[in-house]
């Protein structure tokens, strides 16, 4: 047997071992078998997974992606883990989970430092991660790094590590099924503190009503288990002064001018992507933050007019100005679509999809 079958082999072996349901990225981290040297089994998580699918170790919740660090051959094409596409840490997990440490000498440890995330002394890059030295180690010092803080004889007590997205929310939640409770989601409005807020961190206690309670200090509902309900309270005061109307589950965008970005260019929350059609108010007029893949990590796409209604049809003629890219020409109206966890038309709904609309008025001031 080759290498890379018997490989191969070990892959599905310990894929196969894996019996409990992950919700969260670390739980499939925990499960996973990584070989850094190829960049083979990895593991995160993906909700669809939850009901197996390609890539997918069974209805294990975890996905096997690729490590692209490692010399490959990416085996079974993996996706790319989504921890490893962004270049940037949150995290101290996601700091440990590419340092590469030397226990021997005490070198090569990383730890998170918000600082690091514009780069700096002792910083790798602008990742966010701070190269940091294990005192148990012989040395020398390279560089005279910080002494980790997990390895401090009494470690300093952080304030939460802020989180950016609902991912990152999600993956330090500390779920109890049965009751509801013990649930977070994103909310930019508690990286300042506040009511059901964890400190600044970010994250928003919530409450899952699938649970049998009771709702311990009445949480808000989670919003990714509410039932589809179009009209929902106002979110993002911080980008546009009294907030966005949003609708949720439904995208009302139309065809024109559509700009696909994410969190490469730093659009990593609904926020970002309203901040972004505010920022192009000249050609975008509407938006939508949803998911277009399977990678778990929505996209914000922007665009300069809306779905027209069933019974109407528009066509663009050689003249038109400004539309830039255009979807589809004519476009064809029709019911506002659904949104859905890949990306396709036939995947399951998605009610945490957000879309509306911004103007631009000619008092200068935005309504959306």
């Not at 070989?35 to 089994?41: C, E, I, M, Y």
């Not at 002394?121 to 040395?139: I, K, M, Q, S």
């Not at 659009?267 to 970002?272: A, K, M, R, S």
Request: charged share 10%; with cysteine; net charge negative.
């Amino acid at each position: 047997m080759s290498y890379y079958r018997y490989l191969l082999a070990c892959l599905l072996l310990a894929a196969s071992a894996l019996a409990q349901q992950c919700f969260t990225e670390p739980c499939c981290e925990a499960n996973q078998n990584p070989n850094p040297v190829t960049g083979n089994g990895y593991l995160e998580f993906n909700p669809n997974c939850l009901n197996g699918g390609l890539n997918c170790v069974d209805n294990s919740g975890c996905q096997l992606c690729f490590n692209p660090v490692g010399s490959g051959p990416n085996l079974g094409n993996r996706p790319i883990c989504g921890r490893f596409q962004t270049g940037q840490c949150l995290t101290e997990h996601c700091c440990e989970s590419i340092q590469n440490p030397n226990f021997q000498t005490g070198n090569g440890f990383l730890q998170f430092n918000a600082n690091c995330l514009n780069g700096g002394l002792h910083c790798v890059d602008n990742t966010g991660c701070e190269l940091c030295f294990n005192p148990a180690g012989n040395g020398p010092n390279l560089g005279n790094r910080p002494i980790c803080d997990r390895f401090l004889s009494t470690p300093p007590t952080p304030s939460p590590t802020p989180c950016f997205n609902e991912t990152c929310c999600e993956s330090i939640q500390n779920p109890n099924f049965v009751t509801g409770n013990g649930f977070l989601q994103f909310d930019p409005n508690c990286l300042s503190g506040g009511l059901n807020c964890v400190d600044n961190s970010g994250c928003e206690l919530c409450f899952n009503p699938a649970g049998t309670g009771p709702n311990l200090g009445n949480r808000p509902v989670c919003t990714r288990f509410i039932s589809p309900q179009p009209c929902l309270g106002a979110i993002c005061p911080n980008v546009v002064p009294g907030g966005c109307v949003r609708l949720n589950g439904f995208d009302i965008t139309g065809v024109t001018n559509f700009v696909n970005i994410g969190a490469a260019q730093g659009i990593l929350t609904v926020c970002d992507c309203i901040q972004a059609c505010l920022n192009s108010f000249q050609t975008c007029v509407a938006f939508v933050w949803k998911f277009t893949d399977n990678s778990g990590l929505k996209t914000c796409t922007l665009y300069s007019n809306f779905n027209l209604p069933p019974a109407v049809t528009l066509g663009f003629a050689n003249n038109s100005t400004g539309f830039g890219v255009l979807g589809a020409n004519p476009q064809t109206g029709g019911l506002v679509p659904h949104c859905t966890t890949n990306g396709l038309n036939n995947g399951t709904f998605d009610p945490t999809c957000v879309s509306g609309g911004l103007w631009a008025l000619d008092t200068n001031t935005f309504i959306c």
